[in-house]
């Protein structure tokens, strides 16, 4: 594409001036968004609603956005002076905003969700798109949010459109092999062909093909550390992850390490050599259940907040910006911390995402993503269309009355010029605009469960 970019420029256009600079705009954007206020009703591990106080997908983004500040900061130091190679650029704000917006496009009911979408778009509609939660966060922030100045989207600057892209390419058609990052571009991609546009408008920034852009390194750094370290506290919190027997010499310690080993490149001695480091660096006043004193909440936090000093790169040599290497990422993360974070990820795998409630839960919620996938989906066809015999058509509506306000016109565009990638963007757009009780109640309501009440709008 020979049209360039500078960092600070938007799609449309340039913002109203006040005391903000143009990427403390992005950031206040994406705050007062829709899309990021029913994040607080979305998964993040456990469902939302449990009586007990998890992370959801807001307060998650929230921390990564701090995370990801705050070790741009750290590079930025002003008092030892910045460590930032020659030819790379970073800002604090932009980082902020891209992790702000990195779970925009999440939808109901977490990754369960992610890959019912994903499976009944490719393999029932035959979009090779498919559905992705990155690709549909940049989609929310360059297409479906609103704002003032433009027809579509946010209006977003370079910068920050580029620091959202953590999979800068398209979906791949290769379902075995991984590209130089490492990385299935079958299983993970960063936006739709329908948004191929910005993408690549966003993306004249970066010299190197398909290699992300520091600030989405450290974005993505940020999302791992949040996810790794404050999911853990969460379950340990709960009584799931009994981190005091891990710490510890025992049958729970050796059952874990024997599945570590076996599924991921961390051997049993290597991780037992983080357990032990675990329990010296704060861990040995975690060797109880936990039961909520005062005592035990500040013992937490303090090893909490340690495992994250370590990780946000205040340890010598520890994460590093480079410039040198053409075929390793601009973030240099350590091998020893890499390892630690991978296995503190992988508690909250074995003891949370793989266990038996959490799997029979996610049965019944993949039924409603994927029944009321079909039946928005059937909304946006012909009255007249063949594609009506391979949907249900007995729960085909008979207009579009029931499709919130805010799509209404989308989907009657639909109706009349959709072709079947559109369509199916659209309902997978109205299902990521729910939060995840709107959506149990709109599936309630559309397939008879419940009726409802007509004073009630499910979306808006």
């Known amino acids: 594409m020979s049209e360039s970019f500078e960092r600070s420029q938007r799609l449309v256009g340039s913002s109203k001036r006040d005391q903000r600079n143009a990427f403390q705009r992005d950031r206040d954007r994406i705050l007062y968004t829709h899309a990021f206020r029913r994040l607080s009703g979305v998964t993040q591990v456990a469902r939302v609603g449990e009586s007990y106080t998890f992370h959801d997908r807001l307060s998650h983004s929230l921390k990564v956005a701090q995370i990801g500040r705050r070790i741009t900061e750290y590079f930025l130091n002003e008092t030892e002076g910045p460590d930032v190679p020659s030819g790379l650029e970073i800002h604090p704000d932009v980082v902020e905003t891209s992790a702000l917006g990195h779970d925009l496009g999440h939808p109901p009911f977490g990754h369960a969700a992610e890959k019912t979408l994903n499976k009944v778009i490719t393999e029932d509609f035959g979009v090779h798109d498919g559905f992705e939660g990155n690709a549909q966060s940049f989609r929310t922030v360059a297409r479906l949010s609103a704002h003032d100045e433009v027809e579509e989207g946010l209006n977003l600057t370079m910068a920050s459109l580029n620091a959202l892209i953590k999979y800068p390419w398209e979906r791949g058609d290769d379902q075995s092999e991984k590209n130089e990052w490492g990385v299935n571009e079958y299983d993970k991609w960063g936006h739709y062909s329908t948004e191929t546009d910005v993408f690549e408008k966003a993306r004249t920034l970066s010299s190197q093909e398909k290699r992300p852009c520091p600030e989405a390194c450290i974005m993505d750094w940020a999302d791992d550390l949040a996810y790794a370290v404050h999911d853990m506290e969460d379950f340990y919190r709960a009584g799931i992850i009994p981190l005091e027997q891990l710490l510890e010499r025992s049958v729970e310690r050796d059952e874990f390490l024997e599945y570590i080993e076996n599924h991921s490149d961390i051997t049993w001695g290597r991780g037992r050599e983080i357990l032990d480091w675990l329990r010296k ?177 499910i979306v808006t």
Request: aromatic share 8%; glycine share 6%.
């Open 281 to 457: 660096t704060g861990g040995e006043t975690l060797l109880t259940p936990y039961r909520g004193t005062r005592k035990e909440r500040k013992q937490l936090d303090y090893f909490s907040s340690t495992l994250i000093n370590r990780y946000v790169g205040r340890e010598k040599e520890g994460v590093a910006l480079q410039n040198t290497a053409d075929d390793a990422p601009y973030l240099d993360i350590n091998e020893n911390m890499k390892q630690e974070v991978e296995l503190l990820k992988k508690m909250t795998y074995y003891y949370v995402i793989s266990n038996p409630s959490l799997s029979s839960q996610q049965r019944g919620e993949k039924k409603i993503v994927e029944k009321l996938f079909n039946i928005l989906y059937g909304c946006t066809l012909p009255d007249d269309s063949e594609a009506l015999d391979k949907v249900e058509q007995d729960l085909m509506p008979e207009d579009v009355g029931m499709v919130p306000y805010r799509f209404k016109q989308e989907v009657r565009h639909q109706k009349e010029e959709g072709t079947k990638q559109t369509r199916v963007r659209t309902a997978a757009d109205i299902i990521c605009s729910m939060t995840e009780q709107q959506t149990i109640l709109m599936y309630e309501r559309l397939t008879g469960s419940a009726p409802g009440s007509i004073r009630d709008q």
